[in-house]
């Protein structure tokens, strides 16, 4: 693990320190939008872009559910890293199909040749312009979500008009507390920051599976953005994060509404091909040797994901 400081590769894991303990995700470097309209810079067409992913990271699987989704498997192409990240950051396991790199960081220098900042998956890589349209998944699958609608004729809509207030409200909750609060409890390096963390994620799981005991969705009766942004972190809970990152007061299993919705979004034709377990385990397990130093990734748990998920009634 490690970042790029004008263009040269540094080894080094996130600075906690001058953070009382803390761990603070920095924000993505690449923020431009690919937009249907005349003139674009970055105009929606097809075999023009290309996703390069991890099937362990969270943020990258949002942005393969909505690719998937919305129909843009043939039209968007993807590299999918080797889960382990190591002494040089995100590497592919053969030469990726546009320059023939090995490392993801050769990817932003070829962007940005000074590139300062992490280099982080995803990533959405323009052909055309030899660049990084975006490396932030919020945005990209609001491009996805809308963008190529003309294009491939799917105009499902996961942030639809009428639920955008409710959508940017669960969002802007489950970001810091879940999304990224597994993270703040398993990157933590005092008790205290981890702690806070902790107390936040579970608090707001609660919550959380109070509103789907009367709800079948976080917004509105249909999924979206919202859902999907959590469930990229609920899929990996009892896997992962209650484990290695130590979330353990409860699983996602011992949730009721949570975990019955969690298995709803899985059996959404398409996504468990998008959800990777192998992926999932053997990054986090064999990645971060500050937290498990044996590398040793475990076995279980057996999950139960298929079986029915009871959420008709809602
Ligand atoms: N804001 C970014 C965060 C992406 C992110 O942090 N990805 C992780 C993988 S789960 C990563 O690549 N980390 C490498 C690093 O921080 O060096 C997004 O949502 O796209």
Redo the contacts with the bound molecule.
Sequence with gaps: ???LVDGVWHDVW?DTKSNDGKFV????GFRDWIKNEPGAKFAPESGRYHLYV?L?????H?TLIFRKLKGLESHIGVTVVCPD?MGE??QMGLPEPLFGHMRLHQIYNQAKPNYTG?????VLWDKKLNTIVS????E?IRMFNYEFNELTGNTDDYYPQADREMIDEWNAYIYPHVNNGVYRCGFATTQDAYEEAYHQLFASLDRLDEHLAKHRYLAGKTISEADWRLFTTLIRFDAVYVGHFKCNKKRIADYKHLNGYMKELYQVPGVSETTDFYHIKRHYYFSHTGINPTQVVPVGPDLDLDSPHGRDSL
Excluded: F, H, L, Q
């Design positions: 693990m490690g970042k996130y995700r920095e924000d993505a991890s362990a990271c969270p943020w990258a949002r990240m950051g995100w992490r280099v982080t998956v995803p490396n932030e998944s919020s990209i």
